[in-house]
């Protein structure tokens, strides 16, 4: 009697759209432990496939695909927006990027009424801003607030153009086919800001001529200051504003003598590249899976493969190196909790969009169904009344 009226109260409390619910359309993703994907999906420009890995306590990577209008307005432009954003310190830069980011894009383009590097600029910028002023009123009760921050990673496809943004590690690499020869090749098309990397060593100490400290080698691992290992980031606001490094904040963030300028940047790198028919797919991914993959091994395993689940396809072969790197079994390491988890791996944001060269070229005026969707769980809305069982006991998988 009593399972009888639970599963009443269930199909009473369920949202009335699936959007909110993992079912078997697959429209909102599925939850497999710290696993979360979305196998296949459909953007203005061709197919996707987005997948989640959880390792930190709290999930520290954020994502968003965006597909429709790029502006406020409804005259457009349109096209996809693929956002990755890897958090550090805590998910509060991330998640406020996931939240104001877009919006901001949206609110530029309709002000210059086309994309453009420079709403790409000043949308992160917006977005800096704001997290810094969050930052700024959370100080009192809040204070380590300001050692947090996240790397950002943003493509944009409209009109046949792709502009891709970075800030920190994480990247974007298209699968390109080699006619003459049926090859697809790796082209990595994000700069990276990692100060393992020597030109962006060197890049710091000529900003910072008087710093002789700027980039120290500390466990076998360049960091700046020897805290952080990117040089550009979103948040951060600890190495960016001299007054807010100091007490309360911890210890370990504090610097022993104040900066007179910014030691992080928050300018990002951008690029343009107009498509072509011949370029099939983008990977666009946080650095937990670069650590395992090297971009030809990943474009080869989304090309070898279906469509469908590539990027779940891709976190897996990632787990299976990083378990490999610890002489232990796949199936072992999918068992470890999360916490104890980032011993292991890093959180894993895997997003790949299928390039069809027909509607790739077609021109942004083109509308198409918008598409919204976050991965890593479910997002209700305030006003929408939760279902009575979580979206996984209503659709075991």
Request: charged share 20%; hydrophobic share 35%; glycine share 8%.
């Amino acid at each position: 009697m009593l399972s009888r009226l639970m599963n009443f109260l269930r199909a009473c409390w369920r949202p009335s759209s699936d959007r909110y619910v993992h079912t078997s359309s697959d429209t909102a993703g599925r939850q497999d432990g710290l696993l979360w994907y979305k196998d296949s999906g459909q953007h203005l420009n061709g197919e996707f496939s987005m997948a989640v890995v959880q390792a930190n306590n709290l999930l520290e990577d954020q994502s968003q695909l965006e597909s429709g209008s790029l502006s406020t307005l409804d005259s457009g432009p349109y096209g996809t927006f693929i956002g990755i954003y890897d958090g550090h310190g805590g998910p509060e830069t991330s998640r406020y990027i996931n939240d104001h980011l877009f919006q901001h894009l949206k609110r530029f383009t309709a002000e210059q009424q086309s994309m453009s590097v420079d709403v790409i600029r000043k949308a992160y910028q917006a977005t800096e801003d704001g997290f810094f002023s969050l930052v700024t009123k959370q100080w009192p009760m809040k204070p380590q607030i300001a050692a947090v921050g996240s790397c950002c990673l943003v493509g944009v496809i409209c009109g046949g153009t792709l502009y891709i943004a970075n800030l920190g590690d994480s990247r974007a690499v298209l699968g390109r086919l080699v006619k003459a020869t049926g090859e697809v090749l790796a082209i990595q098309l994000s700069s990276e800001h990692n100060v393992g990397i020597e030109s962006v060593r060197q890049e710091m100490h000529s900003m910072h001529p008087d710093d002789s400290q700027i980039v120290v080698l500390k466990h076998n691992v360049w960091r700046v200051k020897g805290l952080i290992q990117v040089s550009r980031s979103i948040g951060d606001v600890y190495l960016k504003k001299t007054e807010y490094n100091r007490e309360p904040l911890y210890a370990k963030f504090r610097l022993r003598e104040p900066f007179r300028r910014p030691i992080l940047s928050s300018e990002p790198s951008i690029s343009v590249l107009e498509l072509q028919p011949y370029d099939q797919f983008l990977i666009f991914a946080s650095d937990g899976l670069w650590e395992h993959l090297s971009n030809q091994d990943a474009v080869d395993i989304v090309q070898n493969h279906p469509r469908s689940g590539s990027a779940r396809r891709l976190v897996k072969a990632a787990l299976q190196e990083a378990a490999k790197k610890r002489e232990m079994r796949y199936s072992d390491l999918k068992k470890i909790d999360r916490g104890v988890r980032r011993h292991f791996h890093d959180d894993i944001t895997v997003i790949v969009i299928f390039l069809d060269s027909h509607l790739v070229s077609r021109a942004s005026s083109v509308r198409g169904p918008p598409v919204s969707v976050r991965g890593g769980g479910v997002n209700l809305p305030s006003k929408t009344l939760a279902p009575f069982a979580t979206p996984v006991e209503l659709n075991p998988t």
